[in-house]
């Protein structure tokens, strides 16, 4: 997933982490050089589509503008759900 909109520097990786370990989901949250926020997340589909509907929800007051999902296979590369600096 890519997350567009004021999401550096307000505490939003941080939001997803926990948000993604309450889902059980497995991955990483990363800055990117363009302003947007990249999230891999991977666990039961539902899971990550609550994940989705969640940040839909503006969580913690974060404007976001747009979330583009991309689904792929999982690569079982991930132990725990962790921010990438």
Known sequence: MVVSGQVQGVNFRSMVKVRALTL??????QNES???VKIIAEGARTHIEA????LHEH???VRIE???VHWSQARGSFTTFSIVS
Do not use: K, M, Y
């Open 24 to 29: 059980g989901l497995v991955g990483s949250v």
């Open 59 to 61: 969580p913690g007051g």
């Open 34 to 36: 363009d302003g947007t």
């Open 51 to 54: 994940l989705v509907r969640w």
């Open 66 to 68: 747009t979330v583009s």
